[in-house]
């Protein structure tokens, strides 16, 4: 635990906290489509890396967001990872422009 990662509180303890609003994880573009996460004809649309930054409105992340952010930087393009519908807006950390819509599944 860095102390330079840390806050007081008013009330004298600490909390860690992220000392950045961006974030950025390389994309291996082979994987992703040899496991069909991008089909082979959109192969021209796939970004060096997926960047993002947590709105202006959001000055924390709960443990799931924290376990959003560990499962896609330690993935490592072996397979998608879908969000539910249901979750919401304030669930999807600033990812929304790397969505792609697959329908429901059953």
Do not use: C
Not at 1 to 30: C, H, M
Not at 50 to 67: C, G, Q, R, T
Not at 73 to 81: E, G, I, S
Request: charged share 25%; net charge negative; no cysteine.
């Amino acid at each position: 635990d860095d102390p330079q990662a840390k806050v007081k509180t008013q009330g004298g303890g600490e909390l860690n906290y992220f000392p950045t609003r961006k974030f950025r994880i390389p994309v291996d573009s082979a994987a992703v489509l040899s496991n069909g996460t991008v089909p082979k004809e959109l192969a021209n649309q796939i970004v060096p890396a997926v960047e993002w930054e947590l709105s202006k409105d959001k000055n924390y992340i709960m443990k799931a967001d924290m376990m959003i952010l560990d499962l896609l930087a330690h993935n490592n393009w072996k397979r998608p990872v879908y969000f539910a519908i249901t979750v919401g807006g304030e669930g999807y950390l600033g990812l929304e422009d790397y969505f792609q819509l697959e329908g429901l599944a059953y």
